[in-house]
């Protein structure tokens, strides 16, 4: 079976987001004011073949935690379909 | 009102992903065989104040043209909720 899997990795929240910090300076001085907050991350869309849904699952998070993901300083969550 | 912004930034169909090969090179070494395609690109949470959601849709929608996506070989998507 084909499994269509989206990953997002973020900075864990009270980790410094130097790029989230770039960005939101960038609008500032575009004169987009109202902005509170900006923390940027990772988006990854896969096609992944697996057995089952359970088994993609598992797979997925071995690799968030082994590759994708730098959890000592990245939260991920996923969510994986049918294709 | 304070609305939560949520955009995905990816690469273009058609368009080479360097990231998404690396990624998927290095799951293949790793021992992770079915994996069809990988593209990966950006995800941005924020938080804007605006007087109402369509205000915020268009001040977003502006910004990812003039910043946050480059249009040529990036396409962009996003959701607004209320905070």
Redo the contacts between chains.
Sequence with gaps: M?YKVKV???PRKGILDPQ?QA?AR??YT?D?K?????????????????ENQQVVEE?VKE?CE???ANTVIEDYRFCIKEA
Excluded: D, P
């Excluded at 902005?35 to 896969?46: A, F, P, T, W």
């Design positions: 084909l997002i990795v973020m989230g960005v960038a609008l575009m987009y109202g902005i509170n907050s900006i923390r940027i991350g990772k988006h990854l869309e896969m096609e992944i073949e697996g797979t690799m082994k590759l994708l």
